[in-house]
């Protein structure tokens, strides 16, 4: 299903009944990252999918989607479907849009967990790769996709899980390239979120790789763990949606049934 945003048509999937889910992907991910999960999750939940701004099915509305575009754009969304006391379960870039969605619209979402994501902001050294990144994306895009996205996976992961990988990288190099800069610029200037993260009154999860070379799990167990209501750290790098496919969804399911802290 699509509605206009801006001039743009955003994709979303609607599925299954109970209380509403909305699952946002990751950077060069798309509503296909969640297939896997989507039989469990639907059995009591309703699950709404959204490929968000300039990925997937979704169309871009500039040459830079902030976290808060972005998170305007699920609103639409979420407002069409007249959803209320939301909880919504982001991978990686998923995770900054749920974090925005939720500064700006908190009577409508109850919890809010993280996979593989952070509520800080881009340190100096990651900016300045993003801005490289988004040069070398206007001459070598497929070399820069696959290059950035081979790394986020060992020789392990890539030996064990190779059909779902290639799938993965697949979608990636799919992603139009004003989608990649667009949201690679969002990322860069994305604001510090994280006293937002600790004092929210939202019920919140955070799910973790213990070798995710992005997000450093023991640095975040140290500022979080007692702010958060859910705080896990699983075997895995940062696909661990791929990687370690039954312990994510497993404690995706265990953060949904918790009761809620409003």
């Not at 889910?21 to 639907?42: P, R, T």
């Not at 997937?56 to 006391?85: C, I, P, R, W």
């Not at 990322?187 to 939202?202: A, C, G, L, N, V």
């Amino acid at each position: 299903m699509t509605i206009n945003h801006k001039g743009a048509s955003i994709f979303y999937t609607d599925q299954g009944k109970g209380s509403p889910v909305v699952l946002l992907h990751g950077f060069l991910e798309n509503h296909q990252m969640w297939d896997h999960f989507l039989s469990v999750l639907c059995e009591q939940h309703r699950i709404i999918c959204i490929d968000l701004l300039g990925h997937g099915f979704s169309e871009s509305v500039g040459y830079v989607h902030s976290m808060e575009e972005m998170a305007a754009a699920v609103a639409a969304v979420t407002n069409q479907l007249e959803l209320k006391d939301i909880s919504i379960i982001g991978h990686s870039m998923g995770g900054y849009v749920g974090i925005a969605f939720a500064k700006a619209y908190p009577e409508f979402v109850s919890k809010l967990c993280l996979l593989n994501s952070t509520p800080e902001p881009d340190d100096d050294a990651r900016k300045k790769l993003r801005s490289r990144a988004n040069v070398m994306a206007k001459k070598q895009y497929e070399q820069l996709v696959r290059m950035s996205f081979i790394n986020l996976f060992d020789k392990k992961a890539s030996t064990n899980h190779t059909a779902e990988i290639n799938n993965a990288l697949q979608q990636a190099l799919n992603t139009p390239v004003q989608g990649y800069i667009a949201a690679n610029s969002g990322m860069k200037d994305r604001p510090d979120s994280s006293e937002f993260w600790k004092t929210t009154s939202i019920t919140t999860g955070m799910i973790l790789g213990k070798s995710d070379l992005l997000i450093d799990p023991e640095i975040h167990e140290q500022n979080y763990n007692e702010d958060t209501n859910l705080f896990v750290i699983i075997d895995s790098g940062h696909m661990l949606h791929i990687t370690n496919a039954t312990e994510t969804i497993n404690n995706i399911l265990d953060f949904l049934s918790a009761s809620s802290s409003t």
